[in-house]
């Protein structure tokens, strides 16, 4: 007796019935027919500016080439302002974490030449002196511009080395010597059995 059971129904295995589960974008077979994309026209394009206006932080000066430049490349993207304002945001926070660090690593290399045995301690402020003369003896104005704006004017082996050069310049003293004794014959002094 083949009796069936009451109860749902299965589908049979040859019927196409689509699953209906869906499956993943990724995972999904490759043969199958590709979507089209979507025509829905309703989605707004983000606005973009002819010009952008950027809010930039007190006090930082802003490079009008940079500036030129960035606004280019948003304008290509098709940035709209507030998503090109938040991308200029990151960039200063970027040099702002720049510019901290190198006045971190300038505070360092300045302890540093405090510490250092033979520039600083108590001595230290005499060495500088003959360090800066040797810079003014040799070092043009735009080295000075130099080792100040990138402060390299702390570092401890630059102050090494113009304090080295400083004390090769320094003037010489006099050295006593011991007076002259009696003027010998240098035929005498070759010879002295001659004599």
Excluded: C
Excluded at 78 to 91: C, E, W
Aim: no cysteine; glycine share 6%; net charge negative.
């Amino acid at each position: 007796m083949d009796e069936m059971q009451a109860g749902p129904t299965s589908t049979p295995v040859n019927d196409a019935v689509e699953p209906t589960t869906t499956e993943s974008l990724i995972a999904a077979p490759t043969d199958t027919a590709t979507e089209q994309p979507s025509t829905d026209t309703t989605a707004e394009a983000p606005a973009v500016p002819e010009a952008y206006d950027f809010a930039m932080p007190e006090g930082m000066e802003i490079d009008q080439g940079a500036l030129e430049e960035f606004s280019s490349v948003a304008k290509e993207l098709k940035l709209d302002q507030g998503t090109a304002q938040k991308v200029a945001d990151i960039a200063i926070k970027m040099i702002g974490r720049q510019q901290e660090a190198h006045v971190e690593l300038v505070n360092s290399w300045t302890e540093s030449t405090r510490a250092d045995k033979e520039l600083g301690g108590d001595m230290l402020q005499e060495n500088l002196a003959v360090a800066k003369k040797a810079l003014d003896a040799f070092g043009t104005p735009e080295l000075k511009d130099v080792l100040n704006m990138t402060g390299l004017g702390n570092h401890p082996e630059v102050i090494r080395a113009f304090y080295k050069a400083g004390k090769a310049i320094s003037e010489d003293r006099f050295i006593p010597g011991a007076p002259k004794g009696v003027e010998m014959d240098p035929a005498k002094r070759l010879f002295p059995s001659m004599a």
